[in-house]
Nanobody, 124 residues
Framework: VQLQASGGGLVRPGDSLRLSCAAS????????TAWFRQAPGQEREFVAV????????YYGDSVKGRFSISKDYGKNSAYLQMNNLKPEDTAVYYC??????????????????WGQGTQVTVSS
């Protein structure tokens, strides 16, 4: 699976952005799709995942209630809607696909395929 992330940009605190992750080579139906982010000097952080089996969604504590992950099976794409953005959301955002077991779904090492990342900067 090849993943292409897009939609990042420079926004002000409180603004919204929608990131997209377009897949090719295989269908995202067969994979859990996740978003991770990495700020300079920090480890990669789990943001959200939508499970391939059942479609359950899970979020990192820092984004719960503000971010929403979804999939469009017809477009073979996943999305991350980010609302009420904060400066601490500034990072490179990566989409990933894999079949992690429940206990590993927040672990970046459990995902096989990665997009190239898209920069999100939140600043006034």
């Amino acid at each position: 699976v090849q993943l292409q992330a897009s939609g990042g940009g420079l926004v002000r605190p409180g603004d919204s952005l929608r990131l997209s992750c377009a897949a090719s080579g295989s269908t995202l139906n067969s994979y859990s799709t996740a978003w991770f982010r990495q700020a300079p000097g920090q480890e990669r952080e789990f943001v959200a995942v939508i499970r391939w089996s059942g479609g359950n969604v899970y979020y990192g504590d820092s984004v719960k209630g503000r971010f929403s992950i979804s999939k469009d099976y017809g477009k073979n794409s996943a999305y991350l809607q980010m609302n009420n953005l904060k400066p601490e959301d500034t990072a490179v955002y990566y989409c990933a696909a894999g079949r992690p077991i429940t206990s590993s779904m927040r672990d970046s090492r459990a995902y096989y395929y990665w997009g190239q990342g898209t920069q999100v900067t939140v600043s006034s």
